[in-house]
């Protein structure tokens, strides 16, 4: 299966680990017009950039599922194999094989394209790899500096001025649009492999492998991988070099926060070495899955609860499951309330948004995981820590502050931790659908270039070298990317809520296959949007007023409970943008210096993969062994 084409480098599965899939979010256009060229501008004020048109986005998403399912059904399952069999340096040596023997079609269309100095270096690089390189199987020519030219028949036809107008998904092969599709076909026939089909199997299967397991995590803990990978593809597929200049001011809560995207595990396969398990929810009747990584000697079982819509397989919430593991803790990760995995298995209602009704949910789910642990790993399990990042961070507070409303026969917590809980979620909404509107600053005579070009430095920036230095981004331009990917999340929470039970809100028909129409109208929504046309309805049905919402979505209200909690630890940062100045305030008053931690800088979960924050988590967590 081919990702992209072979000058990019771009493996899809790279979301959530690098700065592009974490922030590389969008809206989708309409399949009855051509691509846009110019942003789109929502009713609730917010700018989308344009992607790509896709046409004919049914038979895309099925050549899609195909393609996924020989992803995960077949190539991860036995790459796992091929990769304790063949060690990292042969299948290096294989890549190199197979590179060196498609230098036929690179100096084709490097002569195409007009770069002559490319011709001679990859001539001499085939030169040099195939004799003292025996066969192409060592890279000579990099250890002696000889530049690498890349150039396929894709780029050579953007070159002579083909604009790419259609998206398409390529059976066995992967993302592409018109003008590269064809060229992948150019590709094949210039491809000596193409003739030697034992060989040229072989050596993608080998380019395949080591990135297989990540491609699955990917497909499976997004809500929508089919239109992230759209998305990316817009401007990956973009041969020119983006504008990397800034225009304005840093702004460092929103640009700190960026340090998501160096989350990643140590170990690649992580998420592979525990168990993926699932309970029957008895609220719901449906089975929902969880991850689980267990000491082989009684220990401490923290239970990580991520963000708003993020899932059990987020790199977030391996990375700090294997942190946990590695100090000798036992882990359960869990996937977040706005995942439509959670509303569809294990919420009870139909609308994620009441922090009572969204807690129990989530107490049921963890207190069923228990029951199946125990009963698997008799006298392992020793006492219990719930572990929340963001909206996670807020369950966190609000079920400590409610611990004595829980039933009897749900779970308790011996340790509470709150890692960047938002304390005021009115105040949350405000913040980002002012993130969604950040653009608007930009001269509107220059606002629709400077949209695509932000979200083409972020898709170039996959495709450099790892850099120490800040991510090229101002401070419109960081609030905008945060924004946008708060906008995708509601977007899956629209569409899965809706689907499941259409509140006649929406006035584009629903459907799986053809999700561009739907999604387009959904953007036209801000979350104070959701909040009024959707949640405040069918909550008011339930009995539950705009009153109640307030009193529950704001942690001030329970800060008596909260103090007389001594389980609840609290990490934060002062310029989380979640965050007031008397919030912070708050928290010292109410838990005290012993229990709060607060990082003087470092964003909203910007500053997790930082020494200080990751020993503070240990500490948090002292006493439970």
């Not at 991860?76 to 230098?103: D, L, Q, T």
């Not at 160096?262 to 998420?271: E, R």
């Not at 790993?377 to 829980?406: D, I, Y």
């Not at 709150?418 to 949350?428: K, R």
Request: charged fraction near 20%; charge should be positive.
């Amino acid at each position: 299966m081919r990702v992209c084409p072979s000058h990019h480098r771009f493996s899809v599965s790279s979301r959530l680990a690098c700065l592009a899939f974490a922030l590389l979010l969008g809206a989708c256009s309409p399949v009855s017009t051509p691509q846009h060229t110019q942003v789109v501008k929502h009713a609730d004020g917010s700018l989308m950039p344009p992607f790509m048109n896709d046409p004919m986005e049914p038979v895309n998403r099925g050549l899609w599922g195909f393609n996924r399912g020989l992803m995960t059904g077949i190539v991860e399952p036995s790459s796992r194999v091929y990769r304790v069999i063949v060690p990292k340096p042969a299948r290096n040596s294989v890549n190199n094989f197979a590179r060196n023997g498609i230098y036929p079609g690179r100096a084709i269309n490097l002569m195409l394209q007009g770069r002559w100095q490319g011709v001679g270096d990859e001539s001499l690089r085939f030169l040099c790899n195939t004799t003292a390189g025996v066969g192409g199987f060592f890279d000579v020519a990099t250890r002696w500096k000889i530049p690498k030219a890349e150039a396929d028949f894709g780029q050579t036809f953007y070159k002579w001025g083909w604009q790419p107008n259609a998206y398409l998904m390529l059976p066995f092969a992967g993302p592409s649009d018109d003008s590269h599709g064809l060229g992948f076909a150019f590709d094949k026939v210039a491809q000596p492999w193409t003739y030697l089909g034992p060989i040229s199997y072989a050596t993608t299967y080998n380019r395949l492998s080591d990135s297989a397991s990540e491609m699955d995590r990917f497909m499976r803990s997004e809500a929508d991988p089919y239109a992230v990978v759209k998305y990316a593809w817009t401007y990956i597929a973009k041969e020119e070099t983006p504008d990397w200049r800034t225009s304005g001011a840093i702004d460092l809560s929103t640009m700190e926060t960026m340090g998501v995207a160096k989350i990643a595990c140590k170990d690649p396969d992580f998420h592979i070495s525990g168990r993926e398990m699932s309970v029957r929810i008895p609220t719901t009747g449906r089975r929902m899955k969880f991850n689980c990584w267990m000491q082989p000697e009684a220990a401490p079982v923290v239970y990580i609860v991520p963000g708003l819509s993020s899932h059990r397989l987020s790199l977030m919430t391996l990375a700090f499951a294997e942190h946990l593991c590695q100090n000798g803790y036992s882990v359960v990760g869990t996937t977040g309330i706005f995942h439509p995995e959670f509303m569809e298995n294990a919420s009870t209602a139909d609308l994620p948004a009441y922090p009572p009704v969204d807690c129990r949910d989530l107490l049921v789910e963890m207190t069923e995981i228990h029951k199946l642990l125990e009963r698997k790993n008799p006298g392992r399990l020793g006492k219990r820590a719930f572990v929340g990042f963001s909206m996670g961070a807020f369950q966190a507070l609000h079920m400590a502050a409610n611990e004595a409303k829980h039933d009897a026969d749900l779970m308790k917590f011996d340790r509470y931790l709150a890692i960047n809980p938002p304390l005021n979620l009115q105040h949350g909404v405000v913040r980002i659908d002012g993130f969604n509107n950040a653009p608007m600053a930009w001269p509107e005579d220059k606002r629709d270039f400077l949209v695509g070009n932000t979200l083409h430095k972020v898709a170039k920036m996959m495709t450099l070298p790892p850099s120490a230095g800040p991510p090229p981004f101002d401070g419109i331009e960081s609030e905008f990317l945060i924004g946008l990917s708060f906008k995708l999340t509601l977007r899956d929470a629209i569409f899965s809520s809706q689907w499941r039970n259409n509140m006649g809100v929406l006035q584009t028909p629903l459907s799986k296959w053809r999700r561009d129409p739907c999604y387009e109208e959904i953007l036209n929504y801000s979350f104070r949007d959701y909040f009024v046309k959707f949640v405040l309805p069918y909550y008011k049905t339930k009995g539950i007023s705009l009153s109640d919402f307030r009193r529950e979505g704001n942690l001030m209200n329970y800060s008596n409970k909260l103090r007389a909690n001594p389980r609840v630890r609290v990490l934060t940062n002062r310029n989380d943008f979640l965050l007031q100045n008397k919030d912070l305030s708050w928290l010292e008053s109410t838990l005290g210096s012993k229990r709060v931690k607060i990082f003087p800088s470092g964003g909203h979960l910007g500053n997790l993969t930082s020494a200080p924050v990751q020993n503070a988590v240990l500490e948090s967590l002292g006493g439970l062994k």
